[in-house]
């Protein structure tokens, strides 16, 4: 089989990929190593979104250490993207392996489990029953100096390190915007207020518990536009903002005493899940209330979109994370914006501070502090 092997080797037809076996039958390479063609899909789906990659740029850069850096750095930063993406690639995916490796563990394996027999075998309870076997053996441990050469390599001679430049600025880049939309409701009664609105339909009924004089409620829902902030790919976060009293309609509309030693509460958040309906309530902060008593309340929901969250530019983050590597020191300085973790930012006339819906949805810092 080996002489027949030798004189008539499969052959392979260099354009189209395709091997002739020895006995007429062909084969596509293609199909047995997907990606084989640099220009097929499979291949191009392997490499990371951004990354340069074409044979004739990489040959060219070749020829000049700063042109190498400068390519490094750039497909070094796309592939960092596309492994900390929700859909990495197959490289992207092989390179948050690696960078997860750092988190491993490495115990101490003196006291593992694998090794305790040999330390049973070694005990001195056993050691006896072998001398008792072996009157004329004895046992001793005998140390002795020796020679042992071994290369300690030396960062300076086997790596070739990037120094980073600094001196550059990285901007967290957002952009919100909101609209304030507001919920009315009065009723003349002793204790409790509670009331069902419908923001779509700009609608309020009272509900249970409401002690309220029937024909002495009043109301004033918006009406919001659901697909507007709930269509697809909607992104919007509803958030109670402030309540306060409605002062206008006592005694005007509603004859009484306007009652302002009262409690708000929000008993159901309007969502697009649940079509835009809240549960609200006014409760008396004082027992025992009279019926010309009017609970009141001004209930304010911001509804806010983050149309920007980015960082950049990319080579000045990589710089930076480098100073909590092996080999560089450097200083990181808030110059603008919340110069604290507790510190609130003004966005396009928007108040965002940490805790609240809208700062939840920000990314984080895109520097491993």
């Given amino acids: 089989m080996v002489n027949d092997f030798t004189l008539s080797p499969p052959s392979l037809d260099a354009t189209t990929g395709v091997m002739t076996l020895q006995d007429g039958t062909t084969l596509d390479m293609q199909s047995v190593f997907p990606g084989l063609d640099s220009t ?6 392997m490499v990371s979104p951004g990354a340069t990659h074409d044979v004739a740029v990489l040959e060219e850069a070749s020829n000049s250490t700063d042109d190498m850096e400068e390519l490094g750095m750039h497909n070094r930063a796309m592939l960092y993207n596309d492994a900390t993406s929700s859909n990495p690639t197959v490289t992207g995916e092989a390179y948050l392996s690696v960078l997860k490796t750092l988190e491993l563990s490495r115990p101490d394996l003196t006291g593992d489990p694998v090794f305790t027999k040999t330390q049973e075998v070694q005990s001195d309870e ?4 072998f001398a008792d076997n072996f009157g004329d053996c004895s046992t001793g441990t005998t140390f002795t100096n020796d020679t042992y050469y071994e290369r300690i390599p030396e960062y300076k001679n086997c790596l070739r390190l990037y120094k980073p430049e600094g001196d550059c600025e990285i901007i967290h880049e957002i952009s919100v915007s909101a609209d304030i939309f507001q ?8 204790e409790v207020l509670t009331v069902n609105v419908d923001f779509i339909n700009g609608t309020w009924a009272t509900t249970t518990p409401t002690d309220g004089i029937p024909g002495y409620f009043r109301g004033d829902v918006p009406t919001i536009n659901y697909d507007e902030y709930c269509g697809e790919d909607s992104s919007v976060i509803i958030e109670n903002t402030s309540n306060s009293v409605w ?3 006592v005694p005007s509309v509603i004859p009484g005493s306007l009652d302002d030693t009262v409690a708000f509460s929000v008993l159901q958040e309007p969502s697009c899940e649940n079509g835009l309906k809240a549960k609200l309530q006014v409760r008396d902060l004082q027992s025992g209330g009279s019926d010309r008593h009017v609970l009141t309340g001004v209930f304010s929901f911001r509804f806010a979109t983050i149309d920007n969250d980015s960082w950049y530019p990319e080579e000045c983050i990589h710089e930076a994370n480098q100073i909590f590597g092996e080999f560089c020191e450097g200083e990181l300085t808030v110059t603008a914006g919340a110069l604290t973790e507790t510190d ?3 966005i396009n006339g928007v108040n ?3 805790g609240d819906a809208i ?3 920000l990314t984080g810092s895109c520097v491993f502090l």
Avoid: L
């Fill in 40 to 45: 097929s899909a499979a291949a191009e789906s």
């Fill in 247 to 249: 002062a206008g309609i």
């Fill in 183 to 190: 919920a009315f409701i009065a009723g003349k009664g002793r």
């Fill in 352 to 354: 965002v501070c940490p």
């Fill in 344 to 346: 609130c930012s003004v």
């Fill in 126 to 129: 056993n050691m006896e029953i």
């Fill in 359 to 361: 700062y939840n949805h």
